[in-house]
């Protein structure tokens, strides 16, 4: 066990258990990097303040980037035993430098330090994030590129409602990702401010320049209070509270894909290399894929509510609870990277029975409603074409015939206004062709959807 920095009151070693509690290393070595640059940072700024000799400021930044050097080639390894990867690397530097070591932690307090490599850590992290997302989005639109034409029904209640295209149906689930994008986009705005300096919970005595150290590490803002500096963890919950709604997105659209491979549906078939089989039933091509990602959304919201409640009630400012961050959000941050990019190459090489889609679609009288229209068009209140539609519907029911293949003769029956014209009115092509709303499914209008979503990404 590495002895404590902090020991100096006390008489007796940590109980070796206590130790293993209390330590975070095993989760938060992943932020060695942002910790180090974060001192080199600190050490450049005392030294130019002359807070400490600009000699030992050097011999400090050529001593943490060696530590840095050997971490990266595997030279220096991570002791297990340390409380956790600020002390760890306060403790290399020391053993290091000796005395000049020592001067490192000069107005600067460990709950600074890992606010700062905490929203450090997580700025990265969003970018690959974004970029993430951006790659899923653009695969939707290449795939909705090639079924601007592929009718399918919309559904309802998931009961066949009113048709619409492939292509439209992928198109909703990036704009849902470009809300997601912009959301983290905004949550980036709030990581970007720097609060070393705010020292334990009230700051400092020493002349530090808290805006020289921000701008060597590229944050855009200071901290504005130093307790709300070192209590602060509502970018955590905000990241968290981004990433569990882009799960419910990608769950939402698993289910779906679920569905789609269903011999009752066969809208899509996975690539080989994206689906799996099962131990015993021969017949078996599983989207586990899928199901693995509607599964992990649990988790992700699960990491939020551990978010939530961890902070709830803790008074101000630094409290151990507040350790127990890291391990939420990075598992939060893992798993959605996970997903996305597991996602995207499954989107990119899956199969579309374009053919089943539109044999599904036409035989669940999604053209009702144009038909109703058709006798609007005629002159008929809607309530009235409403009626007689329903008629008819329940008429085709019954004789097992749909409104494609329902005899002129019998339509009129219903109603003396229809003509020959009614077939090409309920045509689903033409049916999707003729919804130009903006925002609407007509090969037209997705088109423009798709293009403004490629200009965003
Ligand atoms: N390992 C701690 C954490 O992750 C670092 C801060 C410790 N501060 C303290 N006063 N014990 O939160």
Not at 51 to 65: C, D, M, R, Y
Not at 299 to 311: A, D, S
Not at 320 to 330: C, G, P, V, Y
Not at 372 to 392: H, W
Request: charged share 25%; proline share 3%.
């Amino acid at each position: 066990m590495v002895a404590q920095l902090w020991k100096g009151r006390f008489q007796k070693e940590l109980d070796e258990k206590v130790n293993d509690f209390n330590s975070s290393i095993r989760f938060d070595a992943r932020m060695y990097r942002q910790d180090i640059q974060g001192s080199i940072a600190h050490a450049t700024m005392l030294g130019e303040q002359q807070i400490i000799e600009p000699s030992e400021s050097q011999t400090i930044v050529a001593g943490l980037k060696e530590i840095l050097a050997d971490l990266e080639n595997g030279q220096l390894e991570i002791d297990e035993t340390a409380e956790d990867i600020h002390m760890f690397i306060e403790t290399e530097l020391t053993k290091r430098l000796g005395q000049t070591g020592k001067r490192l932690h000069t107005a600067r307090s460990r709950n600074d330090q890992v606010a700062l490599d905490l929203r450090f850590y997580l700025k990265e992290e969003v970018e690959t994030l974004i970029a993430l997302m951006q790659e899923l989005s653009t695969t939707f639109c290449q795939v909705a590129k090639e079924n601007t034409e592929t009718v399918m029904s919309g559904y309802t209640h998931l009961q066949r409602a009113q048709p619409i295209t492939f292509a439209h149906h992928l198109m909703a689930y990036v704009q849902m990702f470009l809300r997601d994008i912009e959301r983290l986009r905004e949550t980036q705005k709030r990581l970007d401010v720097m609060p070393l300096g705010s020292g334990a919970l009230a700051g400092t005595t020493y002349p530090i320049n808290r805006g020289r150290v921000a701008e060597i590490l590229g944050f855009a803002q200071v901290t504005q209070n130093s307790l709300d500096g070192v209590s602060d963890r509502d970018f955590c919950l905000e990241l968290n509270s981004d990433l569990a709604i882009l799960m419910m997105h990608l769950s939402r659209f698993c289910e779906e894909v679920i569905l789609w491979c269903s011999w009752e549906f066969k809208f899509v078939e996975l690539d080989d290399a994206y689906a799996t089989g099962s131990s015993m039933m021969p017949q078996k091509k599983n989207p586990d894929i899928t199901e693995l990602i509607r599964g992990k959304t649990g988790r992700v919201v699960g990491n939020l509510v551990t978010l939530l409640t961890m902070m709830k009630g803790l008074p101000l400012a630094y409290n151990k609870d507040m350790q127990e961050d890291k391990e939420a959000i990075f598992d939060t941050v893992d798993t959605v990277k996970l997903c996305v990019s597991t996602l995207t190459p499954m989107v990119a090489t899956m199969k579309v029975l374009k053919e089943n889609m539109y044999q599904a679609a036409a035989k669940g009288f999604i053209n009702a409603t144009d038909c109703a229209d058709y006798l609007v068009k005629k002159g008929l209140p809607f309530r009235e074409a409403y009626q007689v539609t329903g008629e008819i519907v329940a008429f085709c029911i019954e004789q097992e015939q749909t409104l494609e293949t329902l005899p002129l003769a019998d339509y009129q029956k219903f109603h003396p206004t229809f003509a020959q014209d009614i077939y090409q009115a309920i045509d689903l092509v033409e049916c999707v062709n003729q919804r130009q709303v903006i925002g609407g499914p007509a090969k037209i209008q997705v088109e423009v959807q798709i293009k403004e979503a490629l200009e965003k990404l």
